[in-house]
């Protein structure tokens, strides 16, 4: 079983940044693709960023792109998003996800889910 916490979240002016953390718990983060999704008040849950488990492959979301970075530290079993100049409709909760296999997954392959970070972005 593999658990995923996340931190990081807070609230942050507009233009800000932001990091989030995600610990895995298990012997297999290393060969576990990884990625953020995030939901906002109303709306479906939706896909932000994924990383491969050999760190070498990542896909953003284009609402995200050039202003969010996903890395990961097989050492410390994390990963992490980075986030820059922020913007109100940036505000959600942000989940971190992982999938059973390195390469980067569809969206409904997503296995294991952590229960999420509060991002607030205030104009």
């Known amino acids: 079983q593999v658990q995923l916490v996340e931190s990081g979240g807070g609230l942050v002016q507009a233009g800000g940044s932001l990091r989030l953390s995600c610990v895995s718990s298990?012997?297999?983060?290393?060969?576990?693709?990884m990625g953020w999704f995030r939901q906002a008040p109303g709306k479906e849950r939706e896909f932000v960023a994924y990383i491969s488990g050999f760190g070498t492959g990542t896909r953003y979301a284009d609402s995200v792109k050039g202003r969010f970075t996903i890395t990961r530290d097989r050492g410390k079993n994390t990963v992490y998003l980075q986030m820059n100049s922020l913007k109100p409709e940036d505000t959600a909760v942000y989940y971190c996800a992982a999938h059973s296999s390195p390469w980067l997954p569809r969206n409904d392959e997503i296995e294991y889910w952590g229960q999420g970070t509060q991002v607030t972005v205030s104009s």
């Open positions: 298990g012997r297999t983060f290393g060969t576990y693709s």
